[in-house]
């Protein structure tokens, strides 16, 4: 989401991440979120690809991945020329052609390519050369299906998928029980097809199928264990400060929920994490919500976002995504898990003692 400051003007480069010689995997990943809400997002790809070669980056194995930032934001800002480059770039950063982020950047090229408008045959077999890591990787039908979304060819995404599916629980019609889908934290590839193949399928408007119903019921099977991992814990969800005003916005009934600010937010789920760790739990975490998002899982249901049992569905989804998750607690030297930029023993730590 983009970053307004008051008087509606949206922000530098260094607001978002303060001038310093060494990005974060932090800084990163809040440029991922934030950068084109700056006010120079071609500036701001150049500035991370330029630390990535000049070994500005706190972990050097994060080089193949402020690379791939780059090239995104080029291609989002439609500068193929620039976004190929870092794309060549990132792809030699990574340690081996088949370290699972390879793929990513290899499905962006493609991308990259059907936007120059005359690479559509390079650009199709780029990405059928990734096809057989659909059958392998978790990772490979999103990327792979959203580059040929971009390029109208979402057809041919439904066949690929479809077919991979198959390959994996045989014939249809000998489909009798559902499958394991995998860890709440770690979906498994079925899982992750039959996702993409229902969202695919959904935006071609085709006829619900077996395999439809079988991608609902695997994703209400991880709702369910990733509540019970949960242990119940369905509202220890983190609202970024923007999402937070979004959705007391849409839905002020919330507030006896969420806190009637994002101040008094942060405070509830401080004090909660203090009192969970007080109880012996460990590896202890926020997830990362958004108003879209919910409103899109209660759109899934057929339900209300502010409902108590669509709220712990879509908390319970949000959990199994391992980027979703922030980690806590944090160094107190290090920047908060909030998001706000200031040092955690400045900012939340105090928190729990108010």
């Given at each position: 989401?983009?970053?307004?400051?008051?008087?509606?003007?949206?922000?530098?480069?260094?607001?978002?991440?303060?001038?310093?010689?060494?990005?974060?995997?932090?800084?990163?990943?809040?440029?991922?979120?934030?950068?084109?809400?700056?006010?120079?997002?071609?500036?701001?790809?150049?500035?991370?690809?330029?630390?990535?070669?000049?070994?500005?980056?706190?972990?050097?194995?994060?080089?193949?991945?402020a690379?791939?930032?780059?090239?995104?934001?080029?291609?989002?800002?439609?500068?193929?020329?620039?976004?190929?480059?870092?794309?060549?770039?990132?792809?030699?950063?990574?340690p081996?052609?088949?370290?699972?982020?390879?793929?990513?950047?290899?499905?962006?090229?493609?991308?990259?390519?059907?936007?120059?408008?005359?690479?559509?045959?390079?650009?199709?077999?780029?990405?059928?050369a990734l096809?057989?890591?659909?059958?392998?990787?978790?990772?490979?039908?999103?990327?792979?299906?959203?580059?040929?979304?971009?390029?109208g060819?979402?057809?041919?995404?439904?066949?690929?998928?479809?077919?991979?599916?198959?390959?994996?629980?045989?014939?249809?019609?000998?489909?009798?029980?559902?499958?394991?889908?995998?860890?709440?934290?770690?979906?498994?590839?079925?899982?992750?097809?039959?996702?993409?193949?229902?969202?695919v399928?959904?935006?071609?408007?085709?006829?619900?199928?077996?395999?439809?119903?079988?991608?609902?019921?695997?994703?209400?099977?991880l709702?369910?264990?990733?509540?019970?991992?949960?242990?119940?814990?369905?509202?220890?969800?983190?609202?970024?400060?923007e999402?937070?005003?979004?959705?007391?916005?849409?839905?002020?009934?919330?507030?006896?929920?969420?806190?009637?600010?994002?101040?008094?937010?942060?405070?509830?789920?401080?004090?909660?994490?203090?009192?969970?760790?007080?109880a012996?739990?460990?590896?202890?975490?926020?997830?990362?919500?958004?108003?879209?998002?919910?409103?899109?899982?209660?759109?899934?249901?057929?339900?209300?976002?502010t409902?108590?049992?669509?709220?712990?569905?879509?908390?319970?989804?949000?959990?199994?995504?391992p980027?979703?998750?922030?980690?806590?607690?944090?160094?107190?030297?290090?920047?908060?898990?909030?998001?706000?930029?200031?040092?955690?023993?400045?900012?939340?730590?105090?928190?729990?003692?108010?």
């Amino acid at each position: 989401m983009a970053i307004i400051r008051p008087g509606g003007s949206t922000p530098t480069y260094r607001e978002v991440v303060p001038t310093r010689d060494v990005l974060t995997k932090a800084d990163l990943a809040e440029l991922r979120r934030s950068v084109l809400g700056t006010a120079d997002p071609l500036g701001v790809a150049a500035d991370v690809a330029e630390a990535a070669r000049q070994g500005r980056l706190q972990d050097p194995d994060d080089a193949g991945d402020a690379l791939t930032l780059a090239a995104e934001i080029a291609q989002i800002r439609a500068r193929p020329d620039a976004a190929m480059r870092y794309a060549d770039e990132a792809l030699a950063a990574y340690p081996s052609a088949d370290d699972p982020r390879a793929g990513v950047v290899r499905a962006l090229r493609a991308r990259v390519m059907f936007q120059a408008g005359d690479r559509d045959d390079e650009a199709m077999a780029e990405l059928t050369a990734l096809r057989p890591l659909l059958l392998t990787q978790p990772d490979a039908p999103a990327y792979v299906s959203a580059a040929l979304d971009a390029a109208g060819r979402s057809a041919i995404a439904e066949t690929w998928l479809s077919e991979a599916v198959d390959s994996l629980l045989g014939e249809r019609t000998g489909v009798t029980a559902d499958p394991e889908v995998g860890p709440p934290d770690a979906p498994g590839v079925l899982f992750s097809l039959l996702q993409q193949r229902h969202r695919v399928r959904r935006n071609l408007n085709l006829t619900h199928d077996r395999q439809d119903d079988l991608a609902d019921r695997l994703e209400n099977q991880l709702v369910r264990r990733a509540a019970e991992r949960q242990g119940g814990d369905t509202d220890l969800l983190l609202w970024p400060r923007e999402e937070f005003d979004s959705l007391l916005a849409a839905h002020p009934e919330l507030t006896d929920v969420y806190g009637p600010d994002w101040d008094a937010h942060r405070a509830r789920l401080e004090k909660e994490l203090v009192r969970l760790t007080a109880a012996g739990r460990t590896g202890l975490g926020v997830f990362r919500a958004t108003v879209a998002g919910l409103h899109a899982f209660a759109g899934r249901r057929d339900g209300d976002a502010t409902d108590a049992a669509i709220r712990a569905g879509y908390a319970a989804e949000v959990s199994a995504r391992p980027s979703s998750r922030v980690p806590w607690p944090p160094e107190r030297n290090d920047p908060c898990w909030c998001g706000s930029g200031l040092k955690y023993k400045k900012d939340c730590l105090p928190r729990s003692r108010s």
